[in-house]
């Protein structure tokens, strides 16, 4: 069997040998008042990061997020999708209105953590259910749809800034047996890489 055949044979062998997590997607966005549109000078800062996991009959969507240093106070905070070209623009909203359940109003540094059941229409704007096909089922996947497509944000609204003081456009993450896979690719690359080299001289 060649070097190439065996390289081949072993790169399988270990995506096989992966868990799978294709049940499981995660976002990310970093948020900032230079990231609304238009941009603004709030030196607020934070983060927020969704996943959406899918088992069976099963849709959820885990938001957390961390927030401080807001020139004004907490309003608001929700998903809007979907952007007309990804990174910019703006959208309406697609999750809860007026915002998040259970997320800290009137306050200018916060933490949140909630996991909603995206087979229930109050998980989502009904604007957003209406626009995208009239049922749950169609709005999770035109927002799951924009996720991937880097065209879904999140934004926070403030007492200073109605329409977002910070945001953020929300950018799938690699899973970790993603990284694992290509790191080994590139190690296996290395050493046929050496024992040609090592053959020729």
């Given at each position: 069997?060649?070097?190439?055949?065996?390289?081949?044979?072993?790169?399988?062998?270990?995506a096989?040998?992966?868990?799978?997590?294709?049940?499981?997607?995660?976002?990310?966005?970093?948020?900032?008042?230079?990231?609304?549109?238009?941009?603004?000078?709030?030196?607020?800062?934070?983060?927020?990061?969704?996943?959406?996991?899918?088992?069976?009959?099963?849709?959820?969507?885990?938001v957390?997020?961390?927030?401080?240093?807001?020139?004004?106070?907490?309003?608001?905070?929700?998903?809007?999708?979907?952007?007309?070209?990804?990174?910019?623009?703006?959208?309406?909203?697609?999750?809860?209105?007026?915002?998040?359940?259970?997320?800290?109003?009137?306050?200018?540094?916060?933490?949140?953590?909630?996991?909603?059941?995206?087979?229930?229409?109050?998980?989502?704007?009904?604007?957003?259910?209406?626009?995208?096909?009239?049922?749950?089922?169609?709005?999770?996947?035109?927002?799951?749809?924009?996720?991937?497509?880097?065209?879904?944000?999140?934004?926070?609204?403030?007492?200073?800034?109605g329409?977002?003081?910070?945001?953020?456009?929300?950018?799938?993450?690699?899973?970790?047996e993603?990284?694992?896979?290509?790191?080994?690719?590139?190690?296996?690359?290395?050493?046929?890489?050496?024992?040609?080299?090592?053959?020729?001289?």
């Open positions: 069997m060649s070097i190439t055949r065996s390289l081949a044979a072993a790169l399988l062998a270990c096989v040998a992966l868990p799978v997590a294709a049940s499981q997607s995660v976002y990310y966005a970093t948020l900032s008042g230079a990231n609304e549109s238009p941009p603004n000078a709030s030196p607020g800062t934070g983060w927020a990061r969704v996943t959406i996991d899918v088992v069976s009959t099963t849709k959820t969507m885990r957390e997020a961390s927030f401080s240093g807001l020139l004004g106070t907490s309003t608001a905070s929700h998903i809007h999708c979907c952007t007309a070209s990804p990174d910019s623009g703006n959208a309406g909203v697609a999750t809860q209105t007026p915002t998040f359940v259970g997320f800290p109003l009137g306050v200018t540094s916060g933490t949140y953590d909630n996991t909603f059941d995206m087979t229930l229409d109050s998980s989502y704007n009904p604007a957003f259910i209406t626009a995208n096909g009239g049922t749950p089922g169609s709005a999770f996947n035109a927002l799951t749809a924009g996720l991937d497509a880097n065209r879904a944000y999140f934004n926070l609204h403030s007492s200073e800034f329409g977002g003081e910070i945001r953020g456009f929300l950018h799938p993450v690699p899973e970790p993603t990284y694992a896979l290509m790191l080994l690719g590139l190690a296996a690359v290395g050493a046929v890489t050496r024992r040609r080299r090592a053959r020729a001289s």
